[in-house]
């Protein structure tokens, strides 16, 4: 017997910024959907503001369950700005320590959509926008859970076959989290949207899939020759 | 006979903001290999700040030059806080009417490096960084170029076979340009960085490529099956 997830658990609560001024057929709050597409992209884009002014680098990140993680080097602009809690007003001291307010958005392109009007031209794309205050991890479990997470998110498994950092590695790293709280989706998928009146002018119409392509595996010149490429690697 | 360029014109200059606190061996400022990588992705990030926090969002763009076109609704939000110079405090008038404080960032995946460490994990990536004012573009004919240019990024030549957007299209669009003045690249290559001491662990190292992958163009149902693939997506 199938039990039903109560709305509560099966969706994020959409706020008002995660509800777009249009468009909003497009937006989505569902967890397996948000999850999904953030396990598939590799690279966040990550927006903080600094002197007043926007930044957006790009970075790896990794989930567990209700948490992203994003690691950089302790002198990293955002990650000391994260330990400081400078940055913005609304990132304010709190119970849980200094944070940095942030955006964190990963984007899938999906499709070229070519639409006989230049007006409606569009891409197919699933997006993920997370709004929140970034915290930074100190208890070394949990610091430990993130590492794993974020290599694990650029090859599912790969923390079983790797060293895992040492006590140096980890005194370099830092390792802020942002919870899976005020987040939506965004998808749009299918052909193109023509007026009807554009239907029967002569330009081809249609979408160009795009899908990630994975080339051969690149061994290390180094690399000692009775190592055999591992399974999690052959199947990608 | 080759005339060389001038440093002035072939780089952008660095800038407080465009010079990374770590990894500077990797940031760039070559004008070539920053409009390159601008060709090359179909999604940038833009982030903007609204109500004190960052707001960052994925949308499609467009190059002329050293000028970067971004459209939408104009009743898009950023488009609205573009016109109205909201957002920031850097955003202040100035001759050229108000702007919005902008952060524009276009990351390409090139590949997944895997080190016998978990700490040396990494990707390759080609990224840009654009920080500027996104002024509205009113120009009549400024905006075609711009529109004409954002559905040629999305297919090369594209805007020669489609219908031009009308004046009710037109009218409903807002067209903000971001010149290309505070500019970096950064770009990852090669193998992992495995310390010497890792080097003979029994784990695989190496680096599995990444490219983008075009599935067989699929036709609108509606459209007339007389009018055949056209030579640019058949190339793709």
């Not at 989290?177 to 330009?203: C, F």
């Amino acid at each position: 017997m199938e039990i039903a997830m109560p709305e509560s658990t099966a969706a994020y609560q959409p706020t008002p910024r995660t509800v777009p001024t249009r468009a909003r057929e497009r937006a989505a709050y569902d967890r397996e959907l948000v999850h999904g597409i953030l396990d598939e992209a590799y690279v966040c884009h990550l927006g903080f503001v600094r002197d007043g002014a926007p930044v957006v680098l790009p970075t790896l990140y990794g989930r567990v369950d209700e948490r992203l993680y994003v690691h950089g080097s302790t002198g990293s602009r955002p990650l000391r700005m994260t330990a400081a809690g400078g940055g913005t007003e609304r990132a304010a001291e709190s119970e849980a320590g200094p944070g940095l307010a942030v955006c964190l958005t990963v984007t899938l392109v999906d499709g070229l959509v070519l639409a006989r009007s230049a007006f409606h031209h569009s891409i197919n794309y699933r997006s993920v926008v997370v709004h929140g205050i970034a915290r930074q991890v100190t208890d070394p479990e949990e610091r430990r859970t993130a590492l794993d997470a974020i290599v694990d998110h650029v090859v599912p498994g790969r923390s079983y076959d790797s060293r895992p950092a040492n006590a140096r590695e980890l005194a370099a790293t830092a390792v802020i989290r942002l919870d899976l709280d005020e987040v939506s989706a965004k998808v749009r998928t299918g052909g193109p949207n023509d007026d009807p009146e554009d239907l029967s002018l002569p330009h081809w119409a249609g979408v160009v899939p795009l899908a990630r392509g994975y080339g051969a595996p690149v061994r290390s010149d180094d690399l000692d020759p009775a190592i055999a490429l591992p399974d999690y690697l052959s199947a990608l």
